[in-house]
């Protein structure tokens, strides 16, 4: 069982910038493929980023590519996703979600439904 528990959430201005942390709890967060969602009003769920248990590898939506950046610290059972340039499309409630199956080195998995547990959100507010 994997308890994740997202914060950093809040109101910025267009162009600013926030860091979301997902605390983890459990021994084998460090074995976990880990990713971030969001989900705007009255639209689907969408994929914003993954990481590998190790960090080596990440995968990001197109929409965020180049303003956003997920990392993890095993230590610390902690995964943050850093965002910068933020737009008004940006606004949505963000979800951290861990996955524990195994791929093979390189895959990471952007569908919601590989993920297996799920934090409570946290909402990005930007205003233009």
């Known amino acids: 069982q994997v308890q994740l528990v997202e914060s950093g959430g809040g109101l910025v201005q267009a162009g600013g910038s926030l860091k979301l942390s997902c605390a983890a709890s459990g021994r084998t967060f460090a074995s976990h493929v880990m990713g971030w969602f969001r989900q705007a009003r009255g639209k689907e769920r969408e994929f914003v980023a993954a990481i590998s248990w190790n960090g080596g590898n990440t995968l990001y939506a197109d929409s965020v590519k180049g303003r956003f950046t997920i990392s993890r610290d095993n230590a610390k059972n902690t995964v943050y996703l850093q965002m910068n340039d933020l737009k008004p499309e940006d606004m949505a409630i963000y979800y951290c979600?861990?996955?524990?199956?195994?791929?093979?080195?390189?895959?990471?998995?952007?569908?919601?439904?590989?993920?297996?547990?799920w934090g409570q959100g946290t909402q990005v507010t930007v205003s233009s």
């Open positions: 979600a861990a996955d524990v199956t195994y791929y093979s080195p390189g895959y990471l998995p952007e569908t919601s439904w590989q993920y297996d547990y």
